[in-house]
């Protein structure tokens, strides 16, 4: 049976009208949780799959939980927006947050550096992100 219209729409992903909000909101995530070396990569130019990566690692897999959970909440509660896909939680050493026009990468420091996302997407504008 073939989808319909607004099957597919309600299946769909869809952005965020405001990614500066969303990317505040995961920030904000990141920072109260102390996530360590956190790197905005705008990849919009570069790729259809997204507009940015947020990058950032814990030190251990308690912490990279426990950043994941953060963001999560912190973007549900701001905007009132879910995630849209998942992957890592129960691994913890690599957790994707896919918020289509936005996706968060939390690694431990062993898998940021083996798997290198800054070094593969190095044409990306990179934002350093302080706590402030």
């Not at 990141?30 to 950032?56: H, N, P, Q, R, S």
């Not at 994707?96 to 996302?117: P, T």
């Amino acid at each position: 049976m073939p989808m319909t219209n607004s099957q597919f729409q309600t299946d769909s992903p869809h952005k965020i009208s405001d990614s500066n909000q969303l990317i505040d909101a995961i920030k904000e995530g990141l920072l109260e949780k102390k996530a360590k070396d956190i790197k905005l990569l705008d990849v919009g130019a570069l790729t259809t799959l997204t507009d940015y990566f947020v990058i950032c690692h814990g030190t251990s897999e308690t912490q990279i939980r426990a950043l994941a959970n953060s963001v999560t909440e912190k973007v549900k509660e701001t905007l009132g927006e879910q995630v849209w896909k998942q992957e890592g939680m129960d691994a913890r050493r690599w957790i994707i947050l896919d918020y289509v026009n936005v996706v968060v990468h939390i690694f431990s420091e062993e898998k940021r550096e083996y798997y290198g996302i800054e070094r593969m997407w190095n044409d990306a504008i990179v934002t350093d992100i302080e706590d402030q």
